[in-house]
Nanobody
Framework: QVQLVESGGGLVQPGGSLRLSCEAS??????????MGWYRQAPGKQRELVAA???????VSPDSVKGRFTLSRDDAKNTVYLQMSDLKPEDAAVYYC??????????????WGQGTQVTVSA
């Protein structure tokens, strides 16, 4: 069973930065062929894709975070990261990590972590 554990969330001021981590276990030696993504969900809103990368290196992200958020993966550590900079109040949400075999990012498939809270406030 694949398990994902997110960390790195917290309170940050507008304009600040955070780096989220997502460590996977239970993938055996197959982590590198999983497609990995980060989503977020704010209160009263639907869960939305923030950034994703396929096992082949193809990347997806919405315009709202381009130039501010960067996803990276360290397959040797079974970990993906989400570096977030120039954070805005509207970035506040619970951030979730996902691992999956498909790249249908509109679908909520695959494995999910429990989420980590990001709060952006002065």
């Amino acid at each position: 069973q694949v398990q994902l554990v997110e960390s790195g969330g917290g309170l940050v001021q507008p304009g600040g930065s955070l780096r989220l981590s997502c460590e996977a276990s239970g993938t055996g030696n197959l982590f590198s062929i999983y497609n990995m993504g980060w989503y977020r969900q704010a209160p009263g809103k639907q869960r939305e894709l923030v950034a994703a990368v396929s096992s082949g290196g193809s990347r997806v992200s919405p315009d709202s975070v381009k130039g501010r958020f960067t996803l990276s993966r360290d397959d040797a550590k079974n970990t993906v990261y989400l570096q977030m900079s120039d954070l805005k109040p509207e970035d506040a949400a619970v951030y979730y990590c996902t691992a999956r075999w498909d790249v249908e990012w509109r679908k909520k498939t695959g494995y999910w972590g429990q989420g980590t809270q990001v709060t952006v406030s002065a």
